[in-house]
Each structure stands twice: as structure tokens, then as C-alpha cells.
């Protein structure tokens, strides 16, 4: 079992720049992929970035490629997205989510979800 607990999120101006943390209980942290995932009103949950388990393989969507950094710390068993030059079509609730052993961009690789957390970008 894992838990994960995402933080970070909040209400920010075009522009600008948020760090969100998913913080993953367990000791197994780096057999697990992590994914980060968003859902705007309306929308379907959308792929955002993906890590491998030691952290070297890395994925993104074309929406966020060069503005979204994902990264890992295994030693405190947490994973970040920074998200820089943010725009208003960012505006989503953030999950962040775990696979056994895989990183993909598909939901249905995952197996623990985070409740997520909310970012507004503001025009």
C-alpha cells in the first residue's frame, strides 16, 4: 500500500511559478514510477509528466514540455513538478500517482492516486 499526499498547489498570476510536492508514505519509494496528472471542470484527466524509478527517464506532454520540470528525491521519498511561465489553461486540480516498477503517461498504469491539489492561474 502507498499513500500519497500532494502539496504545493494555489492561486498565482500568468507568469508565474509553483513547485508541487507529492509526498509518498513506505520505504519502497524508488520501485515505483511517478506521474503527474491534471483535471480541469469539464475535462478528462490529462497526462502531464512521468518519471522512472531511479529518476533518469523522464516524459512530458507537449502542453508542458519546456515549461514543466519533474523530478524525484528517493532519499525523502518525494516527487516534485515545477511548473514555470504558467498560463491560464494550467488551471486544473494536480494528482500525482504511483506504478509498480513503470512510468507511463497512462492512468491506467497507476496504482495509487493522490488527492490533489488545486492550481488557478489568474489572466
Known amino acids: 500500500q502507498v499513500q500519497l499526499v500532494e502539496s504545493g498547489g494555489g492561486l498565482v498570476q500568468a507568469g508565474a511559478s509553483l513547485r508541487l510536492s507529492c509526498a509518498a508514505s513506505?520505504?519502497?519509494?524508488?520501485?515505483?514510477?511517478m506521474g503527474w496528472f491534471r483535471q480541469a471542470p469539464g475535462k478528462e484527466r490529462e497526462f502531464v509528466a512521468t518519471?522512472?524509478?531511479?529518476?533518469?527517464?523522464?516524459s512530458y506532454s507537449d502542453s508542458v514540455k519546456g515549461r514543466f520540470t519533474i523530478s524525484r528525491d528517493n532519499a525523502k521519498n518525494t516527487a516534485y513538478l515545477q511548473m514555470n511561465s504558467l498560463k491560464p489553461e494550467d488551471t486544473a486540480v494536480y494528482y500525482c500517482a504511483a506504478s509498480l516498477w513503470l512510468y507511463s503517461s497512462s492512468p491506467s498504469q497507476y496504482n495509487y492516486w493522490g488527492q490533489g491539489t488545486q492550481v488557478t492561474v489568474s489572466s
Open positions: 518519471i522512472s524509478p531511479g529518476g533518469r527517464g523522464t
Open positions: 513506505g520505504r519502497t519509494f524508488d520501485t515505483y514510477g
